[in-house]
């Protein structure tokens, strides 16, 4: 009769202690995954914040090189100030109104 009394006393302890443990290991858990999902929210909001940064310099990029004397200064800029020959040269013809 002693066994089975420590017996069930051991288990009504494991009915006691086991769902605090499992609360506890419960709110470790949700922490870390809270954790995880704000880092990956800060690199998400980083990557966009480059993003947004290069398609603004691409967006002054097109800008700046609309006109035919800017695309030829980049052309002589990307080929190291060679000269260009008549076949790359822009020519810009302006037509009466």
Known sequence: MN???S??????SLVEVLPIALLLFLAVWQ???KTKAQARIRQKVW????????NDELKVGIVTYT???RIEALYRKTYQYMPIS???????VELPP
């Open 47 to 54: 990557s966009r914040t480059e993003l947004m940064r290069k």
């Open 31 to 33: 922490g870390t995954e």
């Open 67 to 69: 006109s035919a004397e």
């Open 3 to 5: 066994a089975r009394k």
């Open 86 to 92: 008549a076949s790359n040269r822009i020519h810009t």
């Open 7 to 12: 017996i069930l006393q051991i288990l009504l």
